[in-house]
């Protein structure tokens, strides 16, 4: 069964539709109930009947009698159906009668006001409260404009940005903090409409109101005073609708109008000075449906990216783009080498490594990282390549370069981890001097918490417990004595309750209040936990002879008393 329950009559045979209703008039369909929800059960002549539902549909339904085994229909279930459709229409009277008495309005809302006012009073009050309050007027104009019919779709558009910037700037047509989060709060509701477009497949109307704002908004970029980077990423923002649009294969004259519109506007200086031109050309790639409009469009790309590199040895989005372009006219060749010729670039050499890991080409893939860190590149680059060429000598099992781009990967991240692998690949007969080199490049370090607990660390996991000794009594720290304490405690009794005693004798007499108390009583505690009970006592006593006056510390020295 599968149907709506309120077309019953349509969906059985006449013979069960009038025994049913000759059942229910009799009363003969009895202790209707929902068993549980959307499942119904009745008795009908002393048959059981089931109904499910599924929202307004019947889903499926049984009866124990013969005629529905026989036929998979008959009155009883049909007289049940027709009970269970009256209780929903009564339930649904009971509802609406609820909600009625529960309507009165108890407050005066905008929502009461809404439901009760004469539209025709409303619109004119609108219209006069739009021609009084400009900021009104727009939001209304941004909210419906995609409503209005009889205007030509972009230029309603263009007139709503314009009104817009010339509300929001200043007499000297500069833009202020407070004008530039208006002109946002207008470009956020046509973004949400541009979304709203895009799921309903509307990519016309989308791209009137992204070309809109690219158009319009990007010669006023220069005159934003504040946010002016939040504002600019609106227009970002409409491109990436706009090439979003293009992955949803639109009809071919909405590519060529894209692709003119781009060809238009793209020269102009000021998208060149907004860094937006390459947008441009990224929707030009997309929409491009011509060898002859690829060949204009790397020729387009070949000027700028050689302006960049005379300007500032830059032009990397350019190039990019260009090897896109000559991929897709299918000259492999020529892109590989525009490749190699700016392999210094850290954008072209990303490419690069990932168009090798798309081609599963683990070789050059390798060579590349190499080629990188010989470069200078930035730090958090060569950290990436770092990781990338542990993670191929992993792969590959290669032990030398495990080791290598471990141990850069540790004293770059001070991580004991990497230590670790480095020390896994590297022959127990090495290991000793892997870890004195290792120690000492640490050594030669400038003194930081970080380097210090990496330090101490290391000491640990290779057990050299006598130099981890030297070493805490050489940074004297309290934080990490409490660290080492239970390992040094059962090797160097003494040496340890000594450093105990020295260290928080002087944190004592170089600080005071209840902080101090606090963290002479928490390492106090923390001693206790080691079985340490007789040592705290003498520490606790030591220091409450030494600084009577200091109630607030005596009073946390007293807890440990014994």
Known sequence: MNFLLRKLENEVPESALLEGEALLEDGAVEGLHELEKQLWIAQSEGFEVEVQLSGQKVSAGTCECG?????????????????????????????????????????????VVLDQVDPAELIGFVREYARTNRNFAIALKARFASSVSNLNSKEKYLQ??????????????????????????????????????????NLVELADIALS?????????????????QVRSRVVGAFDYLLELVERSPAPQLLRR?????????????????????????????????????????????ERASQEEEKNGAGADYILLQIAVLEQLDRVEKARKLIEAHLTSPDILEFAIKQAQRQNNRPR???????????????????????????????????????????????????????????????????????ENTLAQLRQRPYSAELRNTLAGLLLAEEQWAILMAYTEEVQSL????????????????????????LLHEYARHYVGPKTARRIALALRHLQSLNAQKFVSELAQELREQYPERHTLTAELSAFEE
Request: proline share 3%; aromatic share 6%.
């Open 365 to 435: 893939e390798k060579a590349l990282a190499q080629i990188g860190l010989r470069l200078d590149l930035p730090e958090d680059y060569k950290d990436q390549l770092e990781a990338l060429l542990l993670q191929l000598a992993e792969a590959e099992a290669d032990l030398n370069s495990i080791k290598t781009y471990a141990l850069l990967q540790f004293f770059r991240k001070l991580d004991l981890q990497f230590y670790k692998k480095a020390r896994e690949a590297t022959p127990k007969t090495e290991r000793p001097a892997l870890f």
């Open 67 to 111: 005629t529905f085994k026989k036929s998979g229909i008959c009155g009883h279930l049909t007289g049940t159906l027709l009970q269970v459709r009256q209780r929903q229409q009564q339930q649904k009277e009971k509802r609406e009668q609820k909600k009625k008495a529960t309507d009165n309005p108890q407050r005066l809302t905008t929502g």
């Open 213 to 229: 704002i690219i158009e319009k908004i990007s010669p006023v970029l220069s005159k934003v005073q504040q946010r002016r980077e």
């Open 258 to 302: 894209l692709w003119a519109d781009c060809q238009r506007e793209y020269p102009k200086r000021t998208y060149q000075s907004n860094q937006l031109d390459r947008y441009f050309f990224k929707l030009m790639l997309k929409t491009a449906q011509e060898s002859s409009q690829l060949e204009a469009l790397l020729g387009t790309l070949e």
């Open 160 to 201: 709503l940005l314009d009104t817009t910037i010339n509300a929001v700037r200043k007499s000297d047509r500069q833009i202020t903090l407070r004008g530039a989060q208006r002109l946002s709060k207008v470009l956020d509701e046509l973004h949400q409409q541009m979304e709203q477009h895009l799921d309903a497949g």
């Open 479 to 502: 934080d990490l004595l409490g660290e080492v304490d239970e390992t040094l405690l059962s090797r160097f009794p003494e040496r340890v309750k000594q450093l105990y005693r020295q």
